[in-house]
């Protein structure tokens, strides 16, 4: 069967799942209407954070006013392992979760356990990960990696206390980070990665002594422009760094060699530093769109499944799942919504009216 013969039209959730409850022919892997393959799954937790970073929950809309989901629309970690098991059948290697913080959702390293004992259908374990804050990673980072977690990745954006708190929007200290940080690196993941978004103005000079810090440390940096998720982090295309930028302040001080992707799909470009002292990558979502190579499905905090970062809309899964519906009916609203998908947001932004286009924000549907 050729990847384009399994395209057949989306069934919304509102529709009558009987007529979903065939089976259908679908290969391991499902493959979009632009061919690219099913591989990622990121999960949200949770919407609720202990940070206010700009670019992701200003105070000025997540304020003490805000109203979060309440827990009984979130999934319930069975729920979350009923579907991301139908994912992994489906062609999902890895599997992230996210947040807001997913370390504030209480017993996190149970559904960890629960994820971690997935394995694809040629039995090969699935990769579990978890991008944090790094808040409260030090007291957790050997409960997760014992409960199964294997990388794990640490947004920090600036390394001196005035910078930290500006982009943080917080009175926590940048030490608590980095002892997360440390912690985890002496857990032993797999992984320890450290996530700049850098913003014009704001940050930016802070690209050099961020990859001073963690030359030689063993924690691959990236750096991350800053990008138009959501409707509220006010971007603008004058304040993000290019990503050619950012190696082009670096190189001076440490020349650098690129490398080759790590997998298939890979977002970060990477470079490593000629001395052998580390690697570093950067994210240019902005300025060299990768839509083209983007395997990524994201299930939200309330179950709703989006098939990009940039999306307005999503599928409910919560609704079928909780009405008692088979793994057949799951499946096939699973199949139908990734046969479809079409979306190359990044490669398409200066040719559309952002400002009129409403986006699912990055703390509902993890970044």
């Known amino acids: ?90 062609g999902v290697q890895k599997i992230r979760l996210t947040g807001g913080e997913p370390l504030l959702r209480r017993g996190v390293e149970q559904l960890i356990e629960k994820l971690a004992r997935l394995q694809t259908p040629a039995g090969k374990p699935v990769e579990i990960a978890l991008t944090t804050n790094g808040v409260i990673l030090a007291k957790m980072a050997q409960r997760l990696r ?116 790590g997998y298939a799909g890979e977002v970060a470009e990477r470079w490593s530093y000629a001395d052998g002292a580390g690697e570093i990558g950067v994210i240019a979502s902005v300025t060299q769109a990768f839509c083209q190579d983007c395997t990524r499905a994201r299930l939200a905090t309330d179950g709703k499944l989006y098939t990009c970062l940039f999306a307005g809309d999503g599928l409910d899964l919560r609704t079928p799942l909780r009405l008692g519906e088979s793994n057949t009916v799951l499946t096939n609203l699973i199949a139908d919504q990734w046969a479809s998908r079409n979306d190359r947001y990044s490669q398409l932004r200066h040719q559309r009216d952002n400002t009129a286009r409403g986006k699912i924000e990055m703390s509902y549907i993890g970044g």
Not at 9 to 32: E, K, N
Not at 58 to 66: G, L, S, W
Not at 215 to 232: K, P, Q
């Open 146 to 261: 014992d409960a199964g977690l294997a990388r794990v990745t640490v947004s920090l954006d600036g390394l001196s206390e005035s910078t930290f708190q500006q982009m943080t929007d917080s009175h926590v200290s940048v030490a608590t980070v980095l002892n997360g940080i440390r912690a985890a690196q002496a857990a032993g993941f797999d992984a320890v990665k450290v996530n700049m978004v850098v913003r014009r103005g704001v940050n930016e000079h802070e690209i050099i002594p961020m990859a001073e810090h963690f030359r030689h440390s063993g924690v691959v940096l990236r750096f991350i422009e800053f990008m138009d998720v959501g409707c509220s982090n006010g971007w603008r295309m004058n304040e993000v760094v290019p990503a050619r930028e950012i190696l082009q302040r670096i190189a001076p001080h440490h020349p650098l060699q690129q490398m080759d992707p």
């Open 1 to 90: 069967m050729t990847p384009t013969s399994r395209i057949i039209p989306i069934v919304s959730a509102a529709t009558d799942y009987r007529a979903q409850d065939i089976a259908r022919d679908y290969s391991d892997t499902l493959f979009d209407s632009l061919r690219r393959p099913l591989r990622d799954l990121r999960i949200s937790i949770t919407d609720r954070c202990n940070l206010r970073c700009t670019y992701c929950m200003p105070r000025a809309i997540f304020d003490e006013n805000h109203s979060f989901l309440p827990r009984t629309s979130l999934l319930s970690f069975e729920e979350i392992e009923r579907i991301a098991t139908l994912f992994v059948r489906r």
